[in-house]
């Protein structure tokens, strides 16, 4: 069951992913994982070292990290290895379809080289 719910997840966060401009995905730590350019935008997670998340770890903005996880410490977590950068882990079981989106938008934008943001269509609110 969990390795549907893992399937299920990954599929979510592939199809959000690849929806950003220049997007690619390859394998990175022996998981899949969302370019932008030559930069990371997000990391797809599965049970890494047995941490029981099915999450994603993404880059947010200076401070964003610690005000995500004190308000909703059951969705975001800090990551390990990342979690000093400042990104976020977010468990996929909690959190909308559009807030998901709205947050890896954000990291795309955070990451991609200035040519392809330049490129991208502008999104609204922005």
């Not at 932008?36 to 200076?62: Q, S, T, Y």
């Not at 709205?102 to 392809?116: D, K, N, S």
């Not at 490129?119 to 609110?125: H, L, S, T």
Request: proline fraction near 8%.
């Amino acid at each position: 069951m969990e390795e549907k719910h893992a399937a299920v997840q990954l599929a979510r966060v592939r199809r959000i992913c690849l929806a950003q401009p220049g997007a690619n995905e390859r394998l990175s730590h022996g998981e899949p994982t969302w370019f932008a350019g030559k930069r990371v935008f997000v990391m797809f997670v599965n049970n890494h070292h047995g941490d029981g998340h099915i999450a994603v770890w993404l880059p947010v903005p200076d401070g964003v990290q610690e005000e995500l996880i004190a308000q909703s410490p059951r969705t975001y977590f800090r990551p390990p290895y990342v979690g000093v950068k400042g990104w976020v882990g977010i468990e996929l079981s909690q959190i909308a379809e559009r807030r998901l989106a709205a947050h890896i938008a954000l990291a795309w934008e955070m990451v991609a080289p200035p040519g392809l943001r330049s490129a991208a269509p502008k999104r609204r609110g922005r």
